[in-house]
């Protein structure tokens, strides 16, 4: 089971983070994007490795875990997967399991001068950091953090579920 006050945390950054949906989309360039709607205005999130665009199973990851955690958190709380489907915890399982090993952790300098908000991927140190932007600036705290420990919390989570099943 998991505690209550990892479960608490969850949804502090959920609560912080853009609301869902985030919509994944390609820019021109065929990179992969994902499209919030903070705030009534619609935003695009764009994450970087070093000088590429992050691959396509981080993203998709990253915005199908937003999408659900809601509801993973939920079930979780009650004790109930009837709020889950199958075919969404399946998706979240190949998912996590196509996206980049973790674990990924924010690191949040709030320097003065300098500021700069990124994921350290931790599963390989021949990796590149994750960078999130939101525009020309870094994305805010929160996503980052949601994303960062989104690559923990949805394994635990589905593995919760999955165990409540049986």
Not at 2 to 28: F, H, K, T, Y
Not at 65 to 88: C, H, P, T, Y
Request: charged share 30%.
């Amino acid at each position: 089971m998991i505690p209550q006050g990892d479960l608490a945390s969850i949804r502090e950054r959920l609560a912080g983070s853009a609301p869902a949906p985030w919509v994944v989309e390609r820019d021109a360039s065929g990179a992969r994007r994902i499209r919030t709607a903070a705030e009534g205005v619609q935003k695009e999130l764009v994450i970087w490795r070093d000088f590429e665009p992050a691959g396509d199973a981080d993203v998709e990851f990253i915005a199908l875990a937003r999408n659900l955690m809601d509801k993973l958190v939920e079930a979780a709380d009650r004790g109930a997967v009837d709020i889950v489907s199958q075919e969404e915890l399946d998706r979240l399982e190949e998912a996590a399991g196509r996206a980049t090993a973790g674990p990924w952790t924010p690191v949040l300098d709030e320097q003065p001068e300098g500021a700069s908000r990124f994921i350290q991927v931790e599963g390989d140190p021949e990796l590149p950091d994750m960078y999130v932007w939101l525009g020309e600036e870094f994305a805010p705290k929160a996503d980052v953090e949601l994303i960062a420990y989104a690559r923990q919390d949805v394994p635990k989570l589905v593995l919760e579920l999955r165990c409540l099943q049986h």
